[in-house]
C-alpha cells in the first residue's frame, strides 16, 4: 500500500475533484465543501485509491490531502506537489520524504511549491 500526502494552502470548493478528475478514473469525491474532512474514492490502474481532504492543517490555511493505494499516479509526495500545484496554482506543500511518525517536526524542512518555485522550507 502506498500513500501520499501534500498540503494545500487556501484550498477551493472543487479544486482537487477537478485536478484528480484528469489523474484518476472512477472518481467519487464531493469537494464542494471543504470546511470538514472529505472523503472519497477513485481507480488508478484498476486499483481502489481512497482519498480523503483534512481541512485546518497547520495553523488552519491548509488542507492535507491523503490519498492510499496500491497504485498511484505519481511515486512520491513531491510530485504529486507538482501536479497539484500545477492545477491548482496555488501554495502546495509535502514532506521531502524522510520524516518519519515520532521524528520531531520543529527543525524539519517542508518542499514549498509556490509562483516562486520549488524550495525547501521550515514549515512555519
Known amino acids: 500500500m502506498q500513500d501520499l500526502e501534500i498540503y494545500i494552502r487556501d484550498l477551493e470548493p472543487a479544486a482537487v475533484s477537478n485536478w484528480l478528475e484528469g489523474q484518476l478514473d472512477e472518481l467519487q ?3 464542494t465543501d471543504v470546511s470538514s474532512v472529505v ?5 488508478y490502474s484498476g486499483a481502489r485509491v481512497r482519498i480523503t481532504l483534512y481541512p485546518g ?3 488552519k490555511r491548509f488542507t492535507s490531502l491523503v490519498m492510499e493505494g496500491d497504485e498511484l499516479p505519481w511515486n512520491s509526495d513531491l510530485d504529486c506537489a507538482r501536479s497539484a ?14 520524516w518519519k511518525e515520532g521524528d520531531p517536526v520543529e527543525d524539519d524542512k517542508w518542499w514549498r511549491l ?6 525547501l522550507v521550515v514549515w512555519n
Request: include cysteine.
Open 29 to 31: 469525491l464531493d469537494d
Open 39 to 43: 472523503k472519497g474514492m477513485a481507480r
Open 57 to 59: 492543517a497547520f495553523g
Open 85 to 98: 500545484w500545477r492545477a491548482m496554482d496555488t501554495e502546495i506543500r509535502c514532506s521531502p520524504g524522510d
Open 114 to 119: 509556490d509562483h516562486r518555485g520549488e524550495q
